[in-house]
């Protein structure tokens, strides 16, 4: 049976699970989620993910949640995309760069996205210039480490696109808006701009939109 991606659609964690189904060729159907409605609390959902977030993956009964870890299974569907890489060195390097974005990359760009976006569409209040200022330092630390790597190679490994760029890529889909501080970083900008020219971003971002 299809893949079910269950996701709110706004959020990078989602987008980027749709992003590697599109970009990848995995056929998907999205069930977005309202949180408003309270979908994630129902007793259904918690049996797919007990944490009660989203996104999550229903592949006949077979239930993942964690986005970058969904990403992974979308990519073995298709092995000779080469989208995780078979050679042992090159596959754990986008494995490092994914764990990293789980640690510290995702963590970072969230609290932009927040104070800038999330308040503004759940109406809770205005951002916060100390949580602000806590983002732009933890980004101070790691864009230029993402940047000095994408100095080197024009994906994050090496000169293919894998799973390390569709989880770092994807956790900064909404940078602009967010105001989060990377338009100073030329190799991230530039590869930023190869990935939204994909026709998997392309696609996957047109479902960012509000549900209902
Ligand atoms: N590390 C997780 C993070 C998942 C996560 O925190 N999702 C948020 C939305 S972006 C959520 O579902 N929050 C609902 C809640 O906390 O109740 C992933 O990448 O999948």
């Known amino acids: 049976m299809t893949i079910k991606l269950h996701g709110f659609p706004l959020s990078p964690r989602a987008f980027k699970t749709l992003f590697a189904a599109?970009?990848?060729?995995v056929p998907y159907e999205l069930v977005p989620i309202d949180f408003a409605r309270g979908d994630?609390?129902?007793?259904?959902?918690?049996?797919?993910?007990?944490?009660?977030?989203?996104?999550?993956?229903?592949?006949?009964g077979f239930y993942l949640w964690e986005s970058n870890a969904i990403i992974?299974?979308?990519?073995?569907?298709k092995p000779d995309g080469g989208y995780l890489p078979k050679d042992l060195r090159t596959r754990v390097l986008t494995q490092q760069w994914q764990f990293w974005d789980s640690n510290h990359w995702d963590p970072a760009a969230a609290v932009f996205m927040f104070e800038n976006v999330v308040k503004k569409?759940?109406?809770?209040?205005?951002?916060?210039?100390v949580e602000l200022r806590r983002g732009a330092e933890l980004m101070?630390?790691?864009?230029?480490?993402?940047?000095?790597?994408?100095?080197?190679?024009?994906?994050?490994?090496?000169?293919?696109?894998?799973?390390?760029?569709?989880?770092?890529?994807?956790?900064?889909?909404?940078?602009?808006?967010?105001?989060m501080p990377l338009s100073e970083y030329r190799g991230i900008q530039r590869w930023l701009a190869d990935l939204r020219a994909m026709p998997g971003w392309q696609k996957a971002a047109a479902l960012m939109k509000p549900p209902g």
């Not at 959902?45 to 977030?53: E, G, S, W």
């Not at 569409?121 to 210039?129: E, H």
């Not at 894998?162 to 808006?177: F, I, R």
Request: aromatic share 6%.
């Open 22 to 25: 599109e970009q990848f060729g």
């Open 40 to 60: 994630t609390r129902t007793p259904a959902y918690t049996a797919m993910n007990p944490n009660q977030r989203m996104p999550v993956m229903d592949h006949d």
């Open 72 to 77: 992974n299974y979308l990519a073995e569907q």
């Open 121 to 129: 569409i759940f109406g809770r209040g205005d951002a916060d210039p």
């Open 140 to 179: 101070g630390r790691l864009a230029p480490v993402l940047d000095g790597q994408l100095a080197k190679t024009r994906y994050v490994v090496g000169d293919r696109l894998t799973v390390a760029d569709v989880s770092l890529g994807g956790t900064v889909v909404s940078a602009d808006q967010a105001g």
